[in-house]
């Protein structure tokens, strides 16, 4: 009886997992970011004192733009005035179709 329902959330979990996964589409590549575990993603590596800190660690190792997953959740960090004036016009005008 555990064993079974052990199994079965098991399965649960990888398939929670699969169908969740996020992929670019063809000729588009992720943000670039650290690798986070499965479900919680970078969740345990955030501190929860001065979180800035490892936020900054990440923009020095990654760039001006980064991508973490908190959870379900994943969270694009934009560090310079630069990028977040190329992200407001590739958001906010007709000229987001550069790959």
């Known amino acids: 009886m555990f064993l079974g329902l052990a199994v079965s959330l098991a399965v649960l979990i990888v398939v929670t997992y699969i169908a969740t996964r996020r992929r670019p589409p063809n000729g588009y590549r992720l943000v670039p970011g650290p690798k986070g575990l499965p479900i919680i993603g970078n969740t345990l590596e955030v501190?929860?004192?001065?979180?800035?800190?490892?936020?900054?660690?990440?923009?020095?190792?990654?760039?001006?733009?980064?991508?973490?997953?908190?959870?379900?959740?994943?969270?694009?960090?934009?560090?310079?005035?630069?990028?977040?004036?190329?992200?407001?016009?590739?958001?906010?005008?007709?000229?987001?179709?550069?790959?």
């Open 47 to 99: 501190p929860t004192v001065h979180p800035e800190k490892k936020f900054q660690e990440w923009a020095k190792e990654f760039g001006e733009l980064y991508r973490i997953q908190l959870g379900w959740n994943e969270w694009v960090f934009v560090n310079s005035d630069y990028a977040v004036k190329v992200m407001e016009i590739l958001i906010f005008t007709d000229k987001g179709n550069i790959r």
